[in-house]
């Protein structure tokens, strides 16, 4: 089932998600298995990258990045280097057009990440430039920061000002 993604200015996706509990027995969760069914369907079908619950109205700790990789209650153990990343957000429209907004963003060249596969068992990643990014984008949304917040302030002005 594609599941609705909720637009910027919701308030779910200012705050913060909370973290998943009883990951030893998450695979026999059908509850959180079915969440991530969906996550993975709706990142398909509306041609995106990653999508963390909280877009889809649920506040738990859960990520898709790179299409249908899953990590749960993930978290940044190290970052280095820097590079601009151009990203859409499927939670940042431009309400005219029905399209996600280019922003351009400052993100960490290479990323180490911790937390959980679907199965419950730790996940140790290495990642850099744009799946580095995406790893940073959905955690970003985990705690409820938005592209619109790390881009520069007359972007952001403008955006509230013309789009919102």
Same mark, same amino acid.
């Given at each position: 089932?594609?599941? /609705? @993604?909720?637009? !910027? &200015?919701?308030?779910?996706? #200012? %705050?913060?998600?909370? /973290? ?10 059908? /509850?959180? *298995?079915?969440?991530?069914? $969906? %996550?993975?369907?709706?990142?398909? /079908?509306?041609?995106?990258?990653? #999508?963390?619950?909280? *877009? ?6 859960? @990520? ?9 209650? &993930? !978290? +940044?153990?190290? %970052?280095? =280097?820097?590079?601009?990343? @151009? ?7 431009? %309400? !005219? ?17 911790? =937390?959980? +596969?679907?199965?419950?068992? +730790? ?5 850099? !430039?744009?799946?580095?990014?995406? #790893? *940073?984008?959905? @955690?970003? $949304?985990?705690? =409820?920061?938005?592209?619109? $917040?790390?881009?520069? *302030? ?11």
């Amino acid at each position: 089932m594609k599941m /609705e @993604i909720l637009i !910027y &200015p919701s308030n779910l996706l #200012l %705050m913060k998600s909370k /973290e998943v509990d009883d990951i030893a027995n998450v695979s026999d969760n059908s /509850e959180i *298995q079915t969440l991530i069914d $969906h %996550m993975v369907r709706t990142v398909y /079908e509306n041609d995106g990258v990653g #999508l963390a619950a909280n *877009q889809i109205g649920q506040s738990k700790r859960i @990520i898709i990045y790179d299409k249908d990789k899953v990590l749960i209650n &993930p !978290y +940044d153990i190290k %970052m280095s =280097g820097d590079f601009r990343s @151009i990203e859409e957000c499927l939670s940042i429209m431009d %309400m !005219y057009i029905k399209k996600p907004i280019p922003v351009i963003v400052d993100r960490f060249e290479k990323i180490i990440v911790r =937390g959980f +596969d679907r199965d419950g068992k +730790d996940v140790r990643l290495s990642e850099t !430039y744009s799946t580095a990014a995406c #790893l *940073q984008h959905e @955690i970003d $949304h985990l705690n =409820g920061i938005l592209t619109i $917040h790390r881009c520069s *302030q007359l972007f952001y002005d403008r955006f509230v000002r013309f789009v919102v």
